[in-house]
């Protein structure tokens, strides 16, 4: 039946009449609505059929309720039906001791059995990695991937899926042996027989239909059966708001229908539409149509006046509010003419409000983002300055730890070196693990082709020491398959597995640690286990929060600040990958980290760094520039390298260094980054300058400092230095970046020879 809400339009435009004007947009609505009356007692004949159609189909409306909740029950009953046959079958003790010695045969039997006395399509057992171990089916096609997947992730599924174009209906019970084994899933087609028994059940002559879109848009089965339009009506069902989509009877077209959404097993969206023509219902008022129509057409030109007056007066200005938003949504400073006294103008002054508001909030929003990054800012240069200024002590005390332990001494005194180089230590690993978990860049991952193995004894060395000094058994197993070259973030994965080794060895005082490494696939597995105290059940999570520890009293027997384990959770977590926690108390834990890794090809022999520099008698003493401004890292530089042949040369500033450096004759720049009148930075681009004006090759210059974040680093090697040593300095550390210095500069020149 047409609409005729306009029809008083044509009634208030005369050709010699003026319509009056309303300042409130609810009393032109009235006097519109007002000519609708007028226009409706000469469409009589329309009202009443407009009255016969709406009864029938109020009627056909009731209908397809009751019909679709027969169809509820009967769905209902048919899942109550699958679901007893499935874990029947799933709980039989002959078929799970068929499917724990995966006993093919026994399997197909039962399946073949039981599907033909419970008359279904189709049954599967899907093993644990979503694969469909045994099938028996009408026909030879298999669920999907993503159907598999979904149903090995939950103990019990039940719902639609599509096989080769035609859904199904399924419930699925898990087969326990018993540990879980897999499932049993038992399937119904729900093809065009199926949905003519469903019609035979409605009191009137329903067309049923099941339809599937998946998670790209796309329909999959019985589009066939449906028209365009009642496929856009169920699209837009399915793309609602959750609370506004609910099983209604609505119209689509000249039909009435119901939209019942169906459980779905995978990420698929499913319903089940009901539908009946009204045309079937109206058939014996057709005689009526003519007369509408005729009537139709004489009220034409009124309800184009009418359109006209609503779109001057209500379209136009909601049009222009509609622009105004658009460019306000787009960053631009919008207001709109408030012409009108009505609502619409009320809005429109509402609207500019607004406009006014969100500007203003936006200012207030930027300012605060300037001043959170400054706050950042400002946080990151705390941190650079609070390492430099607790390594530069640390480097005092480590390096001069190194220095005395080299000189005879009495068990007494090597006693006593030996607790300030463990407390040093101590304290720079707590250091680390702080400016760890604190800096702005955790995000960044330095990917690169590694060998396993080598990173995994990496990380092990420093705590095998410490567990055989506890008397503790270390094991380092690495599966022969996993072994060879893997492609991601070595240093991270270094530091990861340093951390759960180092509280492996804490944490146990009898018995040893046993670090084990394999994979699966792309995803590489490493188990850490002890046999220390444990860790109580409630605590699990807990441990991997920072500065938290199982026992944090003054009593405790082992130190450290709790942020080990968290750092390492980080960690793992930036790779892409997981740690997971298991233990008893008072028999040991396992800590279990996975991470997806590319695998390369095999490994190849690595040169080992050299721990010391041997001098060499034939050739000249190794000329070293040293630029650093504390006495005492001057005393721990002259005393770890002079004993090796070194000639070294102390620069007190950067501004220094750079002269003598000018001068000429150096093979070596060792360079502090912080120091009076000219930093390290300033004074490598000086140095790296004049060796570009004199045109020789550079001079291998490798910074020595106590600010190590990143972005720091980087900073260092882009101004041209070739590597880096953090304080406090360790000697092995220091002679390797020597060598890996010389050797890179070595090799250029030989290739130019």
């Known amino acids: 039946m047409p609409k005729l809400p306009n029809l008083a339009g044509m009634l208030q435009r005369g050709a010699s009449l003026r319509a009056p004007r309303f300042t409130h947009l609810r009393t032109k609505l009235t006097v519109l609505y007002a000519g609708l009356f007028v226009a409706i007692l000469f469409v009589i004949l329309s009202a009443v059929y407009a009255a016969v159609a709406r009864n029938a189909e109020r009627i056909v409306r009731d209908e397809l309720a009751v019909s679709g909740l027969v169809f509820d029950r009967i769905w209902a009953l048919r899942s109550r039906e699958l679901e007893s046959g499935a874990n029947v079958l799933a709980r039989d003790f002959g078929f799970r001791a068929a499917v724990a010695t995966q006993d093919a045969a026994t399997i197909q039997s039962a399946l073949d059995n039981l599907r033909t006395r419970l008359g279904i399509d189709a049954a599967f057992v899907v ?11 009408t026909s030879r096609a298999r669920p999907r991937d993503a159907v598999l997947q979904a149903i090995a992730a939950r103990d019990t599924a039940s719902g639609v899926f599509v096989m080769a174009g035609v859904p199904y209906e399924a419930v699925s019970a ?3 042996t018993p540990m879980l084994s897999g499932w049993v899933v038992f399937a119904v087609r729900l093809d065009q027989a199926e949905m003519k028994a469903l019609e ?3 009191a ?3 067309q049923p239909v099941v339809l599937v879109r998946g998670v790209d848009g796309g329909w999959k089965a019985n589009t066939w059966a449906v028209s365009t339009a009642e496929l856009e009506a169920v699209g837009a069902f399915l793309d609602a708001p959750k609370s506004e989509r609910q099983a209604a009877v609505t119209r689509i077209g000249p039909a009435v229908a119901v939209i019942k959404p169906l459980t779905a097993i995978a990420q698929d969206r499913v319903v089940l539409l009901l539908r009946y023509p009204l045309a079937r219902a109206l058939e014996p008022y057709n005689w009526l149509l003519g007369a509408m129509l005729l009537l139709a057409l004489l009220g034409v030109g009124v309800i184009a006046a009418g359109s006209w007056a609503l779109a001057r007066n209500v379209t136009r200005p909601l049009l222009a509010l509609r622009d105004a938003a658009e460019r306000l949504e787009r960053g631009q400073e919008v207001q709109v003419e408030a012409a009108g006294t009505d609502e619409i103008g009320s809005l429109e002054r509402s609207f500019n409000a607004m406009a006014q508001g969100i500007r203003e909030r936006e200012r207030a929003l930027k300012l605060s983002t300037e001043t959170a990054q400054a706050a950042n800012r400002a946080k990151s240069e705390f941190l650079s300055n609070i ?7 640390l480097n005092g005390i480590l390096g001069m730890a190194q220095i005395m332990a080299r000189e005879p001494a009495d068990a007494a005194h090597a006693q006593r070196l030996t607790v300030i180089r463990e407390s040093g230590e101590a304290l720079l690993k707590i250091l680390n693990s702080v400016l760890e978990i604190s800096k702005p860049d955790k995000a960044a991952l330095e990917v690169a082709d590694f060998d396993l193995a080598a990173v995994v004894r990496k990380a092990c060395k420093a705590e095998m020491a410490a567990a055989a000094a506890k008397g503790l058994s270390f094991d380092i197993a ?6 060879g070259r893997w492609r991601g973030d070595a240093g991270r994965l270094a530091q990861v597995l340093a951390n759960l080794v180092s509280n492996a060895v804490k944490f146990t005082p009898a018995g040893g640690v046993t670090v084990a490494v394999d994979h699966a696939d792309a995803i590489v597995r490493f188990r850490v286990a002890d046999t220390g105290v444990g860790i109580p059940a409630k605590w699990i999570e807990e441990v991997f929060e920072a500065f938290s520890q199982v026992d944090a009293s003054a009593t405790r027997a082992t130190g450290g600040a709790g942020l080990g384990l968290s750092v390492a959770r980080e960690m793992a977590a930036l790779m892409g990958g997981r740690m997971t926690a298991a233990s008893q108390e008072g028999r040991g834990s396992v800590f279990t980290l996975e991470v997806p890794l590319e695998r390369r090809a095999a490994a190849t022999p690595a040169r080992e760094a050299a721990a010391d520099l041997e001098p060499d008698a034939d050739a000249p003493p190794l000329r070293v520039l040293a630029a650093e401004d504390n006495k005492t890292n001057q005393l721990i530089l002259t005393s770890l390298l002079e004993p090796f042949g070194v000639d070294i040369t102390i620069a007190e500033n950067g501004r220094e260094a ?5 001068a000429g004759g150096f093979d070596l720049v060792l360079m502090d980054i912080q120091m009076p009148e000219m930093g390290g930075v300033e004074a490598t681009r000086a140095i790296r300058q004049g060796e570009a004006e004199r045109g020789v090759a550079p001079t291998p210059i490798v910074a020595v400092t106590a600010n190590v974040m990143a972005e720091q680093v980087a900073e260092y090697l882009a101004v041209g230095m070739s ?18 210095a010389l050797d890179g500069a070595s090799q250029p020149a030989a290739q130019a020879a």
């Open 127 to 137: 093993g644990l990695d979503g694969r469909v171990l045994t099938a028996s089916s």
């Open 174 to 176: 898990p087969i326990l």
């Open 200 to 202: 035979q059940l409605s």
């Open 204 to 206: 009137i002559p329903l």
């Open 387 to 393: 390492s430099h200024e607790i390594r530069t002590p």
């Open 478 to 483: 690495v599966a022969v398959e996993s072994q």
């Open 658 to 662: 750079a002269e003598l450096f000018a």
């Open 723 to 740: 590597g880096v040593v953090a304080k406090p300095i360790e000697a092995e550390k220091l002679f390797a970046a020597i060598e890996a």
